[in-house]
């Protein structure tokens, strides 16, 4: 388990080809809407599977909070 602010993965892990991966993977930080990250992490499946890809998206409303 790591920092609280840390989200890592490992080269072709799956959540790197999740399609909300692939939706902010190429934004900048200040150009991210985290009412749209909120609205993504609200649609997503709460199962074992989708566990990577809910803490990439938590982990981008972490880094959102932090720069406000």
């Known amino acids: ?6 989200w890592q993965t490992f080269p072709n ?10 939706k902010y993977r ?3 930080l200040a150009s991210i809407d985290a009412g749209a990250v909120k609205a993504d992490l609200n649609g997503v499946m709460m199962d074992n599977d ?5 803490a990439y ?5 972490r880094c959102k ?4």
């Open 50 to 54: 989708s566990a990577p890809v809910v």
């Open 13 to 22: 892990a799956p959540v790197l080809r999740h399609p909300l991966y692939e």
């Open 26 to 28: 190429l934004k900048t």
């Open 1 to 6: 388990m790591g920092y609280e602010i840390n």
């Open 57 to 61: 998206l938590s982990w981008l409303l």
């Open 65 to 68: 909070a932090l720069a406000a």
